[in-house]
């Protein structure tokens, strides 16, 4: 007789950010992902209620990767009782660490609902003291009839999707699925015998441009702000976006194909994940090892300016133009992007450059959108800029990506559950799976839980 397996969806629900997934089985409470939601600021008061499950029951917690939004609520776990061991591959291990406590900088120094006891020192140190590494492909025993293991999401350093096998049926949770192809990473992996997958959809209802054509028009964006004299400034994440940016920005400078003027590094956690980044050489792709191993500075080039210090960032303003400029955050929550965006954005000569996805209500958001005023930390800003969008260095696999990841496993998988996409996402690929694919695929809500027997 089959044994029942259960799944929770308690957060990545309704919303891209959030992944908070809840697999039980074999008397086992084995948590996937355990993010910050993200809307109109770093972090929705949401964050802050209760979990409505007990943390310390959970036996597991297995991370996709280490954006914030998939680990950002790990202290408040920790803080609430939490004391299994947490599951990564191992440059997840390492970048977790200066994500979380760029974090816990940002937000332990809000007084509301007393995050400085949530972000702690204490909680952070304990949280990376219970993290185990494990290579792609490895499997991990977990009970006599449970094991899994991570495969390669392609979507940032260390990202993965998690296989759990439970007696001979196969469920994945694919975390984010990486934009191939990647100027940096290798393909996500190609999968096609899942029985239940639980799956993003960031990009559910809307097409990337191709990888040529995106370096195209970085290129001629470059050039335009150029022949401007003006400021570009390209919000970025400090995580793998930042990277891919140096990456391409090194070879068109490297070949002469945009003219040299000062361009600006400005994060310092950027900065310090960059060189992480160099650490794992081998998780690249072999076009990019290879250009590595001819270019001992593959991350740094004619006219790059890392500017660490916060006295170095505020001489940008005094540097003239034209000049490019790259900070975190990368929705405009915060960094010190915002600081070049309140003094920028009003003049008609500069460009922003969005390369990103873009949160509702965020102030990228609105600012691709088109409004012509735009509040920014407290501030009202005109926008008089150029905005341009690149959508091709998304880190996610867009509608067609997406489909064709599922069309590869068509023949075996039993159900879809379609989450971490907004809603109008999230349902036009429901519809498309099942159009298309003629697949059972479904969008579940919020704390909504589904069993199947194994």
Request: glycine share 8%; hydrophobic share 35%; charged share 25%.
């Given at each position: 007789m089959g044994k029942e397996v259960k799944i929770t969806f308690y957060g990545g629900v309704g919303t891209v950010t959030g992944a908070n997934f809840l697999l039980e089985v074999d008397?086992?409470?084995?948590l996937v992902d355990c993010g910050l939601t993200q809307g109109i600021k770093l972090a929705d008061d949401i964050n802050w209620a209760p979990f409505v499950y007990?943390?310390?029951?959970?036996?597991?917690?297995?991370?996709?990767?280490?954006?914030?939004?998939?680990?950002?609520?790990?202290?408040?776990?920790i803080e609430e009782g939490f004391r299994g061991k947490i599951y990564s591959t191992p440059p997840t291990e390492v970048i977790a660490g200066p994500m979380l406590e760029d974090t816990m900088s940002i937000l332990s120094k809000s007084a509301e609902f007393n995050l400085n006891k949530i972000y702690s020192e204490e909680n952070v140190k304990l949280a990376l003291s219970l993290w185990l590494p494990f290579d792609y492909h490895q499997k991990i025993k977990i009970t006599e009839n449970l094991e899994a293991s991570f495969l390669n999401a392609g979507h940032i350093l260390g990202s993965a999707m998690i296989l759990f096998i439970y007696q001979g049926k196969k469920i994945l949770f694919?975390?984010?699925?990486?934009?191939?192809?990647?100027?940096?990473?290798?393909?996500?992996?190609?999968?096609?015998?899942?029985?239940?997958?639980?799956?993003?959809?960031?990009?559910?209802?809307?097409?990337?441009?191709?990888?040529?054509?995106?370096?195209?028009?970085l290129e001629a964006t470059i050039e335009d702000n150029y022949k401007r004299k003006g400021t570009l400034i390209i919000p970025t994440f400090s995580l793998e976006r930042s990277q891919e940016l140096l990456f391409e920005l090194n070879?068109?400078?490297?070949?002469?194909?945009?003219?040299?003027?000062?361009?600006?590094?400005d994060s310092p956690l950027a900065i310090h994940l960059t060189e992480i980044f160099k650490q794992f050489k081998n998780y690249f792709n072999e076009s990019a090892q290879k250009a590595l191993s001819q270019d001992k500075h593959l991350f740094d080039f004619p006219g790059l300016h890392s500017?660490?210090?916060?006295?170095?960032?505020?001489?940008?303003?005094?540097?003239?133009?034209?000049?490019?400029?790259?900070?975190?955050?990368?929705?405009?929550?915060?960094?010190?992007?915002?600081?070049?965006?309140?003094?920028?954005?009003?003049?008609?000569?500069?460009?922003?450059?969005?390369?990103?996805?873009?949160?509702?209500?965020?102030?990228?958001?609105?600012?691709?959108?088109?409004?012509?005023?735009?509040?920014?930390?407290g501030e009202y800003v005109e926008v008089r800029a150029h905005v341009v969008t690149i959508s091709g260095y998304s880190g996610h696999k867009d509608s067609d990506g997406l489909l064709s990841f599922v069309g590869d496993m068509q023949e075996q998988v039993k159900k879809v559950f379609v989450v971490m996409g907004e809603p109008k996402s999230t349902m036009f690929l429901v519809q498309k799976l099942r159009d298309n694919l003629g697949i059972e695929a479904y969008a579940p809500e919020q704390e909504e839980s589904i069993s199947f027997i194994c």
């Open positions: 008397g086992q409470k084995i007990n943390p310390k029951e959970i036996d597991i917690l297995f991370t996709t990767h280490a954006h914030v939004d998939h680990i950002g609520r790990i202290p408040k776990l694919t975390g984010d699925l990486g934009n191939s192809p990647s100027p940096l990473l290798p393909d996500a992996e190609r999968i096609t015998d899942v029985d239940y997958l639980i799956m993003e959809s960031v990009y559910g209802d809307r097409n990337h441009e191709s990888r040529n054509d995106r370096r195209k028009f070879d068109l400078v490297e070949n002469n194909r945009i003219p040299i003027m000062p361009i600006f590094f500017t660490l210090h916060s006295r170095e960032s505020k001489m940008i303003a005094t540097v003239p133009n034209p000049k490019v400029v790259i900070a975190g955050s990368g929705m405009s929550l915060g960094g010190r992007i915002v600081h070049h965006e309140r003094h920028y954005l009003p003049d008609p000569n500069n460009t922003i450059l969005l390369t990103g996805y873009q949160s509702a209500g965020t102030p990228g958001r609105l600012i691709q959108e088109g409004v012509k005023t735009v509040r920014i930390s």
